[in-house]
């Protein structure tokens, strides 16, 4: 219960055919009229956001922030303006990635169920009482039903609106409660009018990006990988941050008084991160609540604002020609130059936060995991002490020994433990105090740790990520390419944050239908899903599959595509067995395809499970730097692809043509340039597969070396 303003529930009666009661409006401007239906009129705060937030003007203080989060977190709705000529009646979200995706909107038309949720409303409920009850319609209801506005979910809509209201509430001033309502944020006030504070009050709009530096080397390094799925769970759950993925977020914060409290805001936010020894790539935009409207990157902000910077560069020197002295002038145009710099990356901070007690210089030994910190600890000697299984004289043995002690020095239940903790490995490593307290969580992942002891053993790892600035730029080409097929007279447009919010729910759904599809086809006792927590909404984005052969990673790309993105051709030709596929949901993402790039890629590596998992790690991360597909086989090679060819690549994995694949693998260990010379041999026997691997392949910018690389995993 609650009796304070609930700011999501603004648009609830948006759920009902209001023309159907004869209300008007989602703001109901004639309240009277559910008295003559035999109907109670609710009261409260809640009541009356619902009838206010239209408002140019607010009567109260929490009317204001409603009235101001409500155009934070609005759509498309706002962005062309009110004059916009919209074709009305849409009763679905058009989603711009999958457009045939859509659900209709079945809105509430009957009379008991407007009853049950003017009751509702009159109960006071709270913001989760209300996505709970009507979750379903929330995410089929279009915040606008106007094409081509429709493009974002109440749902997403009023998630926002909540976050928005409740960092604005916590951030405000009440100087004058009543008309004419005014409030101070961050030492600028505002009154009357919330317009008025999106264009005075500036706020600083946050991109970050988390990583690591530890260089996983045993199982146990890899529970870095929980550890940041947990604190990016709890990142995720703060009012002020909006868009999060695994490794990425955007968030709100307030201006400081200067740059220390700005610096202290920001690392009360990240703390738990940057404690634990992760380090945050920032982007930061401090600019009008207005601005954040046009684009919601920093990066991109601070890209569109430097050609105005930089005319007042020009500007400001243009006087200084004047002065006779060339020394004196060159040395006052600098200043003056310097001058607006440091207020454009005062605008514009970018940067990277590490771990505030990291040391300043190292002693004699340094972690050899992540290089961050001093050696102290000596693995795994202090870990076998730390267990306290040993008795005290063998404990004595232990620490003054070098490492591994000679088991018969010790007494027989002690030399029975070590043995068991040797069987992790007896080399001897020097780790830092957070690396340490990594590896003394233990195993989680017990499989791979299996693995590892198992003779020739293969596994594969597999990593989806997103590029949010080719997201925002893919978002914002497929939204006026919409705008265009209504309205062809309407012009080009910026997307908003809520856009990239309804994305995500649907990267989300894609990544937890990639997790079942992997796990169905492989077996729940071959798959490791490194970022699941027990228990989290986390999405699980990197996985390590037990394989028997290459050509599953070809199996699991195909899996991936299926996922991404519709293929007609389902040709029996296929490697990978079709049983799990005709069970899995429709593509996420069908618009993505024969795009440039895709704002989503997925990185494979395969080798031995003793392979180094960093080595894995590092190929991975700038694979997909460069590939929208990228697939590395250690000792074989690579493949580097776009999504458009990943269908045509995995057409040419022809279980018929494996000779032809044997052949050429075989000549590649020899010699690369040898087996190209072999694909344009027109007297080979196998000329014809030859010639359509060069002519399906190479124009759709996959290499020599790729198709040789395939031709390995064919050969395996």
């Not at 002038?329 to 207020?343: D, F, G, L």
């Not at 490492?403 to 903790?421: I, K, S, T, Y």
């Not at 995500?504 to 006792?525: K, M, P, S, W």
């Not at 991404?564 to 993402?589: G, L, Q, W």
């Amino acid at each position: 219960m609650s009796k304070s303003l609930e700011p999501a529930l603004h648009d609830i009666f948006k759920l009902v055919d209001v023309q159907i009661f004869g209300l008007i409006g989602h703001e109901i401007k004639n309240p009277e009229r559910l008295q003559e239906l035999g109907l109670p009129i609710p009261s409260g705060a809640t009541w009356q956001g619902i009838r206010g937030h239209m408002r140019g003007t607010a009567d109260n203080a929490d009317l204001f922030l409603l009235i101001l989060a409500d155009h934070a977190a609005s759509g498309a709705s706002r962005a062309y303006g009110p004059d916009i000529e919209k074709v009305p009646g849409s009763e679905t979200v058009h989603k711009l990635w999958n457009p045939t995706a859509s659900r209709p909107l079945e809105r509430i038309g009957d009379i008991e169920g407007l009853r049950e949720l003017v009751i509702f409303l009159e109960q006071e409920p709270g913001e989760e009482a209300f996505f709970k009850r009507y979750e379903k319609l929330l995410l089929d209801c279009p915040e606008d039903r106007g094409k081509p506005l429709d493009v974002v979910s109440l749902y997403v809509h009023s998630r926002l609106v909540g976050k928005f209201y409740r960092f604005f509430k916590a951030h405000t001033t009440t100087l004058h409660p009543t008309a004419p309502v005014t409030l101070e944020f961050a030492g600028r006030k505002a009154t009357n009018a919330p317009r008025d504070a999106e264009g005075n009050w500036t706020i600083r709009w946050i991109y970050g990006e988390v990583g690591f530096d530890q260089e996983p080397i045993r199982a146990r390094d890899l529970n870095v990988f929980p550890m940041l799925a947990r604190r990016m769970e709890e990142l995720a759950a703060k009012d002020n941050v909006l868009f999060y993925t695994s490794t990425q977020f955007l968030a709100v914060l307030p201006p400081g008084e200067d740059a220390a409290e700005d610096q202290e805001t920001l690392q009360d936010l990240l703390g738990p991160l940057l404690k634990d020894g992760f380090h945050v790539g920032i982007e930061e935009a401090r600019v009008p609540i207005r601005e954040t409207f046009e684009n919601p990157l920093p990066g991109v902000m601070r890209a569109r604002a430097r050609p105005g910077f930089e005319e007042k560069k020009r500007r400001a020197v243009q006087g200084l020609a004047r002065i006779p002295d060339p020394k004196l002038r060159a040395e006052k145009t600098a200043e003056q130059e310097a001058k607006i710099e440091a207020k454009f990356e005062a605008k514009f901070p970018q940067g990277t936060l590490y771990p505030p007690d990291l040391p300043q210089r190292f002693g004699a030994s340094i972690c050899e995991v992540c290089q961050m910190e001093e050696g102290t600890v000596e693995w795994p000697k202090q870990h076998v002490l730390d267990t306290g299984q040993l008795c005290v004289k063998c404990q004595v043995i232990v620490q003054e020994e070098e490492w591994p002690p000679d088991p018969e020095l010790l007494c027989e239940p002690c030399a029975a433990f070590l043995g068991d903790r040797l069987q992790e490995g007896v080399t001897k490593e020097t780790l830092g105090p957070r690396c340490y307290a990594l590896r003394q969580q233990g195993v989680r992942l017990a499989k791979l740790n299996r693995w590892t002891d198992e003779p020739g053993s293969r596994v594969i790892w597999l990593k989806v990520a997103l590029d949010m600035p080719l997201l925002v730029k893919t978002l914002e080409e497929l939204y006026n390419a919409y705008v265009q097929s209504i309205n062809p007279e309407l012009g080009p447009v910026d997307i908003r944050l809520s856009l990239v919010a309804e994305f995500q729910r649907d990267y989300e759904a894609f990544l937890e239908a990639l997790n079942t599809a992997i796990v169905t086809h492989f077996g729940e006792r071959n798959v490791e899903q490194v970022f699941a927590l027990p228990g989290s909404a986390m999405p699980n984005d990197l996985f390590c599959v037990k394989v028997s052969s290459l050509k599953d990673a070809l199996c699991l790309l195909k899996i991936y595509q299926d996922l991404v993105y519709p293929v007609t051709d389902n040709d029996a030709r296929f490697f990978c067995t079709h049983r799990v596929h005709k069970t899995m949901p429709a593509p996420f993402f069908p618009a993505f395809a024969g795009r440039p790039a895709s704002p989503i890629r997925v990185a494979v590596s395969c080798s031995h499970a003793r392979f180094p998992f960093f080595q894995h790690w590092r190929l991975m991360q700038a694979g997909i730097e460069r590939a929208d597909v990228y697939v590395n086989v250690v000792g074989k090679g690579e493949i580097n692809a776009s999504l458009e060819a990943l269908a045509p690549l995995l057409l040419k994995a022809d279980f018929r043509q494996k000779r032809a694949f044997h052949t050429l693998a075989e000549i590649g260990k020899v010699s690369e340039q040898l087996a190209r010379l072999k694909m344009h041999f027109r007297g080979d026997k196998d000329h014809q597969t030859y010639k359509s691997l060069r002519e399906d392949l190479l124009p759709l910018g996959l290499s020599y070396q790729s198709i040789l690389t395939l031709a390995k995993i064919m050969g395996d």
